[in-house]
């Protein structure tokens, strides 16, 4: 369990994001009104980019370091985000989208089915990566190191496309803790709206399903971390949507994400797993230190 009032964050966080206002030389955004508060700024640099239909998606950085300073509402939903993100991220994102919308109620048309993700970065401090432990499973960390490898981009499957062989009837299933269930009974949530009740009479057509970018990213030790005698470590992440590209091989950044581990299969098909699990990150946010 945890100790999250969905109410509480999400009240919080509009406050924090209709009123903060103190920003480094680092974090002004150019072409807005500096009279607005910082992360109204934000949003309204969001509005042009949605309107202007970049083809990046709409991110919204939030420094952690200014919501812990900011209130003392604020401090306690930090430390919620650094334990519980699983849970929190969700809900910053809806009240980012409802924020967007209530400063500009045409906003709808220039989102166009996008989401607002909001990126957490900015930790009061950054972990080794020989400090990593079980306990960090599934909190938010930050970590230093230097990019060695990045992969080809993936196709990551987000949302399935399903039809019923009997009568034609489709249904979209989204992707829940990485796997897409497949529809059991053909009824009234698809597309027909009826269903002819025949089970087992899915399958999925590939080409209607929706995808997102993904890569992997190698990301090293700086030189000045490895103690002496010892290899540089290393660990996996994984980047997603407008993430990926971001970096380059031998860039040094800072990485903010979410600690996760996996069960390796013994083999890929059979469902057993080892008991040792493998670790890696999923990125929420980069920032380049050094290229």
Do not use: W
């Not at 640099?45 to 209130?71: I, M, N």
């Not at 909190?139 to 987000?158: A, H, Q, Y």
């Not at 992440?237 to 996996?262: I, M, N, S």
């Amino acid at each position: 369990g945890t100790n999250i009032v969905v109410g509480d964050v999400i009240r919080t966080f509009a406050s924090f994001l209709r009123t903060f206002s103190g920003v480094r030389d680092e974090d002004r955004v150019d072409g807005v009104d500096a009279a607005l508060p910082y992360y109204v700024r934000r949003l309204t640099h969001l509005r042009a980019l949605a309107a202007a239909d970049v083809g990046a998606g709409l991110s919204l950085p939030v420094r952690v370091s200014q919501l812990r300073g900011h209130s003392r509402e604020s401090r306690v939903l930090a430390s919620q985000l650094r334990a519980y993100p699983n849970e929190v991220v969700p809900l910053l994102d809806a009240t980012a989208r409802r924020e967007f919308l209530r400063l500009f109620p045409a906003g709808e048309h220039d989102l166009d089915g996008r989401h607002i993700q909001v990126r957490p970065h900015g930790l009061s401090d950054t972990s080794h990566m020989r400090s990593l432990d079980p306990q960090d499973l599934d909190t938010l960390v930050g970590l230093l190191g230097m990019v060695v490898r990045t992969s080809p981009i993936v196709p990551d499957l987000k949302e399935g496309y399903f039809v019923c062989e009997v009568c034609g009837n489709t249904m979209a299933v989204g992707i829940d803790r990485g796997r897409v269930e497949e529809p059991v009974v053909c009824d009234e949530r698809g597309s027909n709206g009826s269903g002819c009740g025949a089970r087992g009479t899915f399958s999925m057509v590939h080409n209607r399903c929706t995808f997102a970018d993904k890569q992997m990213v190698r990301l090293q030790e700086t030189p000045t971390e490895v103690p002496p005698g010892e290899t540089p470590a290393s660990l996996l992440l994984f980047c997603h949507d407008d993430l990926v590209d971001a970096v380059q091989p031998g860039d040094r950044v800072e990485v903010t994400g979410l600690y996760r581990a996996q069960p390796r299969r013994i083999n890929p098909r059979i469902t057993k797993v080892k008991s040792v699990y493998k670790t890696y990150l999923d990125v929420i946010h980069f920032k380049v230190v050094e290229r």
